[in-house]
């Protein structure tokens, strides 16, 4: 049976001496390597030189607050369902009266962490938020020794209120024009420049 129709002319052509002592091979060998001499090396020195990547890159995720400054994740627990890393676990809390400034919905995360180590990156989660509340971001995880460090809390997660990261790149018309499906309402008040508000 003919897997294929490739096939190689076999030559029985007697070698030279030159041949049979490797020299137009080496020869042909050390032009190729001479040759990359002058081209432009593509090491990059991180981390002082930094390659240039996507505006919907899929980095280091963040927690985002509302143009008031309050937590918008309501801790439906959408984004550890949808997680197929299994990389989020959170724990609920009821706002209270005077807390209207820190977190937007009744009920917040009271804890919210995400396995740094588990996590693949995908963006379910950003996908599965009905509160624009979780995002991904250009930004890396950092380096750490112990495992546990790789366990990120509200801490880190959270956008800091005079330190804001700007998502904005990640809302293409694509993902503005997905957001008017009448399934998606929980995104129609969705509007970027309110969201970002400040952000740099
Ligand atoms: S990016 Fe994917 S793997 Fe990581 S936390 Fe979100 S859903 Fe889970
Ligand atoms: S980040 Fe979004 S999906 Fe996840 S618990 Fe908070 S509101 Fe729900």
């Known amino acids: 049976m003919q897997l294929t129709n490739r096939k190689v002319v076999v030559s029985n052509k007697v070698q030279s001496f030159a041949e049979r002592l490797y020299l137009p091979a080496i020869a042909k060998g050390m032009i190729i390597t001479a040759s990359h001499l002058f081209k432009k ?16 890159y899929r980095g280091l995720h963040v927690l985002k607050l509302d143009e008031n400054g309050a937590e918008r994740c309501t801790s439906c627990g959408m984004c550890a369902v949808a997680c197929p890393a299994e990389a989020i676990t959170m724990t609920s809390g009821e706002r209270k009266k005077g807390e209207e400034n820190l977190y937007r919905e ?43 460090d790789f366990i990120y809390g509200k801490d880190k997660l959270v956008e800091k209120v005079n330190e804001r990261i700007d998502v904005t790149p990640r809302q293409t018309p694509e993902v503005l024009e997905f957001k008017k499906i009448p399934g998606l309402k929980h995104n129609e008040l969705f509007d970027p420049k309110k969201l970002n508000k400040g952000h740099h």
């Open 41 to 56: 090396s593509p090491t990059i020195n991180y981390p002082e030189e930094k390659r240039p990547i996507a505006p919907v």
């Open 106 to 148: 009744e009920k917040y995360a009271a804890t919210y962490e995400i396995n740094m180590l588990r996590c693949i990156f995908c963006g379910l989660c950003e996908e599965a938020c009905p509160k624009e509340a979780i995002f991904l971001t250009d930004r890396l995880v950092d380096v750490e020794f112990e495992r546990n």
